[in-house]
């Protein structure tokens, strides 16, 4: 369990994968701090991820934001957000390694990768989800209001690590039944679940600012997000 810290100031990490340059950001609030991987929304890594960051940070946690879009590319056409998230549905192998060598380069700058749990939001949910079934060895993986399918071929037989999953009712976007549908194969697997919905909030319900925020469902999945960080061991 993480205790609370005062954190450093983040700072944004450039960093190299498959000959590509990213630009990541890390805060950390003490040595060896149990480490958050996050994985952006479709719009790359904004002021909302290191926003979250830092309130995980003031927790006592230590967090890498990780970029799977390239450094400086950050999409503000609906058009551009669809392109880039579509080319990485399209190439899984691209997203898991994207995801790997932002745990790489974690671990460079000091992140405690063998105590981490990763998290992400909209496409960054279902980059994690991916990023479980690839079997990568992390505590947990969340995901908040994100893409719950498996893909054709996938499964989670090599999953490491429990799941949770945040998912509003009134999503359009992600239904109700691809949530039933993760249930089943996550309980199929023997993979330790916890999947929560909340009555009316919409896809992308934890947006500060945006009209689809709704401070209820977000107050309470970031409260059970912390105990849930807190109970990793």
Known sequence: MAS???????????????????????ISPAKDAPLVLMIHDWDGLTDYEVKRAQMLADKGYAVFAADLFGAGVRPEKVEDRRKLTGELYQNR??????????????????GNTSDAVAMGYCFGGAAVLELARSGTDMKGFVSFHGGLDTPQGQDYSKTKGNVLVFHGAADTAVTMEDFVSLNKSLESAGIENEM????????????????????????????????YLSEQK
């Open 196 to 227: 929560i919905v909340y009555s009316g909030a919409p896809h992308a319900f934890t947006v500060f600012g945006s009209d689809r925020y709704r401070e209820d469902a977000d107050k309470k999945s970031w409260q059970r997000f912390l105990e």
């Open 93 to 110: 192998d691209k997203m898991r390694s994207l995801m790997q060598g932002a745990i790489t380069q974690a671990k460079q700058i000091g």
């Open 4 to 26: 609370a810290a005062i954190a450093d100031e983040g700072k944004a990490v450039r960093y190299t994968v498959d000959g590509a340059e990213y630009e990541g950001y890390y």
